[in-house]
Structures are given as C-alpha cells and as structure tokens.
C-alpha cells in the first residue's frame, strides 16, 4: 500500500507568455522536485490551474508527472470537477496512467446535500484508484463536516484528507474519531492543504502537507515535515517560523499567482498565470519580494 504521509507539492502548471503549457518547464520542475527529496507530487490542483487546462493539456501533464517521477514518489493526480460524471473520466484517466492516487475536491459551485456528497465520493472510489478528498470550502462553498466525513471514509478506496477547512478544531476530529483509530494496515491519511498548518496538524497526529511553498523550497518543508513527523518538535517550530513570513506572502493574493512569480524570480519555470487569474498587484509584489530579500531567497 503506498503511504500519503510526509511533503507532498501541490504543482504549479508551468506556462509561456503566449499562455502555451511549458511541458519541458514542467518536466523540470519534477526533477528539481524529486531532487530535493520531496515525498511526493500532487499536479492538476488548483495550484496547477486545473479550471482553465483542457483535457488534452491534462493527458499531456498527468503523462509527464507519472514518466518522471512514477516508482520514485507517489504521484496523486488532480481529478475534480462539480460534474460527477467529469470526475469520474479524469479519476478513470489517473488510474490508466499509472497515478497512485486521485484528489478530488468537494464539488463547488452546485453546493451538493450530503446525500450527493456521499454519492460523488461513493464513485470516485469505484473506479479502483484509491482517493484522497479534498475539503476547501473557501474555493467550494461546501465544508464536509466531520459527521459527514466518518461516513466518506467508510467508502472502501477512499484513502486520505486534503484537509483545507481552516478549523484547527475539525481537522483535529478527523484525526482523533477517523484516523487514530484505524489500524496500519486501513490507514486514513490526513494531510494539511495549508502551509501554516502543517506543524500544528501534525502535532495533532495528521500525516504531512499538500504545499504550496515547496514548489521553490521543497528541502525545507520536507525538512519541516520530517521533524514533527519524527518528534523533533524544537526544530520543526524553528523551521515553522522560518517559513511563516513565505506561507503567508505565498497566499497575499489568489494562489497560484504568488508562487509562480516567487519561481520566476528564483529562475525556475512558472510563467504567468492563465486569465481570469492576473497580475500580482505592485502592493503585493513588493510585499512579496521583501520577504523573500529578507529570507535570504533573492538577492
């Protein structure tokens, strides 16, 4: 069984100024990725721009991410969309392309009952790939309350948590009544969607991050990750605070257009984001390169 459990980044989609997908970028950006000793890679999230790639572009990316980095790290493939029918072809496409995982998202904008939820999930899980969902209910409109959770979880194949509710609370009961009591071998893995959450998550006993960040510092949430995981909680809070001035300039406007101009300016492969995400802001991107000057990441 292939374990969700360590430093996971959420990828950017490379893209050129003309706003062509940059396959040798993304390929680069794997390597770099594997490189400095990530645990694993999540493309096609809302950090790759899954909204405004078309199914080819998607085959083409999933193909990439599955060559380069399949048999090293787990790859867990986004696979979302409010239409169950649409996620239930990309999760079908994950599998066939070797993906270890699917992430599917609460579906957003139809704000589905709990009775549809259930039913999402209940097929996502049918495909055969095991299933890590994704809870944002700020891009969303839809928390999956606890109560609900316990009930997706029992769903044979649904393998772990995207865990971005932003409750500290709700993500230590997903921990403490669904994950803690299940055995080694029916693992529940719960990971958190928030870089600033990482450290207390863990603390709580969750498993790791789907991060933002590590697209330009992979080592060091890897770094983050492996000491809380291990106990080293004395050098995972200096590297929490370390990084704390990063993960909040990372999110001063709508992800992923921060971090992809913090990889342009790092000389990694980012390009612009896609309309309708624009430009950074002068404010922002000053605030932005401040902290990165003062992180000692650009000169």
Not at 56 to 73: N, Q, S
Not at 184 to 192: A, E, H, I, M, Q
Request: aromatic fraction near 6%; charge should be neutral; proline fraction near 6%.
């Amino acid at each position: 069984m292939t374990e969700f459990r360590g430093a996971f980044t959420a990828l950017v989609t490379p893209m050129t100024e003309s706003g062509e997908v940059d396959y040798e970028g993304f390929r680069s950006l794997i390597q770099f990725q594997i490189t400095q000793g990530i645990d694993g890679i999540v493309p096609l999230g809302t950090t790759g721009e899954c909204p405004t790639l078309d199914e080819g572009e998607e085959d083409k990316l999933t193909e990439i991410a599955v060559r380069e980095a399949g048999g090293k790290i787990p790859v867990i493939i986004g696979a979302g969309s409010n239409d169950t029918r649409h996620m239930i072809k990309y999760t079908e496409r994950a599998k066939k392309m070797g993906a270890d995982a699917a992430l599917v998202v609460t579906p957003y904008y139809n704000k589905p009952n709990d009775d549809g939820l259930l039913r999402h999930f209940e097929a996502a899980a049918k495909t055969g790939i095991p299933i890590i969902v994704y809870n944002i209910a700020s891009r969303t409109g839809r928390n999956i309350p606890t109560s609900l959770m316990e009930k997706i979880v029992a769903i044979p194949g649904i393998a772990g948590v995207k865990e971005s509710s932003g409750d500290i609370n709700q993500m230590g009961d997903v921990i403490r009544e669904i994950s803690a009591p299940r055995s080694k071998n029916n693992k529940f893995w719960v990971l958190s969607g928030d870089d600033a959450f990482t450290l207390p998550l863990i603390s709580l006993g969750g498993d790791g991050v789907i991060s933002v960040i590590s697209n330009l510092l992979p080592a060091k949430v890897k770094a983050l990750v492996k000491n809380a995981l291990d106990g080293n909680y004395e050098e995972a809070r200096k590297l929490h605070y370390e990084l704390l001035p990063f993960m909040k300039t990372a999110f001063i406007e709508t992800n992923p257009v921060p971090i992809k101009q913090a990889l342009n300016w790092a000389g990694l492969p980012a390009g612009p984001a896609r309309l309708p995400l624009g430009r950074l802001s002068p404010a922002s991107e000053a605030a932005l390169r401040k902290t990165m000057v003062d992180m000692g990441i650009l000169k």
